[in-house]
């Protein structure tokens, strides 16, 4: 121990004789390590912000129910769009235990308008009441639909929606114009900070929501296209169970054949955070190339380093020094290049995450894992890369290194 601590302070004394030379030694290790850090923060943070839109969006205890197979087989009709749901669906989800609200989702086209004013990017979503009890809906003035609106012409408009056709003005009371078709507007959300829906694709706050029912006269009398169902269930200890049932009324519903898909919250985190890693891991794999060219550097300077004190080397020897003394003396110092170069990586690095989620208006996480990974790496770069000079030093012979010019 005594001598590892002897070797230690000769590691500081020698990088302290020779600082510029030993900083721009761990530039690429201060690169590499700042880069990978960096990313793994703000791909964390990226991926906690994600995780609080979709639970924003789908609560623990809904269900959602798709068109088509998740598979990737749901069939030529699907992959054009056609919807394979029904309303003979919406009424064997109603029967199902443990279920306490149905609400089938329908996209109906046309542009949202307050006289001159339009909102061109509005979603028309055509919906029941139920659709409150699987949302996180959050109002700012009057009300979402109730069952006495079905059939009515009325609306509630999305926080942007309202924003976009009324700006700072009530809406509640006001009238829109979909289509030539004038609509009540009985309830405005609130301005959500959420992106996009796992649901639609698109934010919520963009929507425009009408009664189901209503919507038929769009399409002419009939029943306009169901993109989603969504199931609430009483307790989120239920969820599986329900969809293992649902999965059993469904089919069927649908003569036997499994042209739908099941989500739950879980399943749409699951297959986001699985996204945002690979994308996470295939970056730090790039950004990780740094450390392979900041080990060459110190592999380099090492070397460099036995030359120039190679009487230094057989003095120790020739007083008594063992060669695994000289070997552990030169890797040591190896060892203590990188891990200085790795702090001050990891110092830059949340520097550069926290500019970075300031810009992108996220919080990057420094987690002790990716922490702990780079002062892993770094004392891995220092002995992968030292020990090639250590080696040569260790093997000096002490008349010829005293003998050295």
Do not use: C
Request: charged share 15%.
């Amino acid at each position: 121990m005594t001598m590892l601590w002897e070797n230690f302070k000769m590691a500081l004394v020698s990088l302290g004789n020779a600082k510029l030379r030993s900083l721009l030694t761990m530039l690429g290790i201060i690169i590499g390590v700042a880069a990978v850090v960096s990313i793994l923060a703000v791909g964390q943070g990226v991926e906690k912000s994600v995780q609080d839109d979709i639970t924003g969006v789908v609560n623990a205890n809904a269900v959602d129910v798709t068109s088509g197979s998740s598979m990737g087989k749901s069939g030529f009709s699907s992959s054009l769009g056609a919807s394979t749901l029904t309303t003979n669906d919406i009424t064997a989800l109603t029967k199902l235990k443990h279920v306490s609200a149905v609400a089938p989702i329908s996209l109906v086209s046309g542009i949202v308008a307050n006289g001159s004013v339009q909102s061109s990017g509005a979603l028309l979503l055509a919906t029941t009441p139920d659709f409150a009890k699987t949302q996180s809906i959050n109002l700012a003035a009057g009300r979402f639909l109730n069952a006495s609106d079905n059939g009515r012409d009325v609306v509630v408009l999305g926080g942007q929606a309202k924003q976009d056709l009324f700006g700072e003005q009530t809406a509640v009371g006001h009238t829109v114009t979909i289509r030539n078709i004038k609509f009540t507007v009985i309830g405005a959300l609130a301005t959500s900070d959420s992106s996009a829906s796992s649901l639609t694709g698109s934010n919520f706050d963009n929507a425009v929501y009408l009664p189901f029912d209503t919507a038929k006269v769009f399409s002419e009398g009939a029943t306009p296209q169901i993109l989603r169902i969504l199931v609430q269930v009483d307790s989120s200890a239920n969820v599986n169970s329900v969809v293992s049932s649902a999965t059993i009324a469904l089919k069927q519903t649908h003569g036997g054949q499994k042209d739908f898909s099941i989500l739950t919250q879980k399943d749409i985190l699951s297959t986001v955070d699985n996204i945002l890693n690979l994308l996470t891991d295939f970056i730090v794999s790039i950004a990780s190339i740094s450390l392979l060219v900041g080990g060459i550097g110190i592999m380099n300077i090492m070397l460099v380093s036995v030359t120039e004190r190679t009487r230094e080397i057989g003095l120790r020897k020739a007083i008594g020094a063992s060669s695994f003394t000289v070997l552990s003396q030169f890797l040591i110092e190896a060892v203590v290049l990188s891990l200085i170069g790795g702090g001050l990586g990891i110092l830059a690095a949340m520097l550069l995450a926290t500019g970075a989620g300031k810009v992108a208006k996220i919080t990057p996480v420094f987690t002790p894992g990716a922490i702990a990974l780079a002062v892993s790496v770094s004392a891995a770069v220092g002995i992968i890369f030292g020990i090639a000079p250590a080696i040569k030093a260790a093997r000096k012979r002490p008349i010829q290194a005293l003998k050295a010019e």
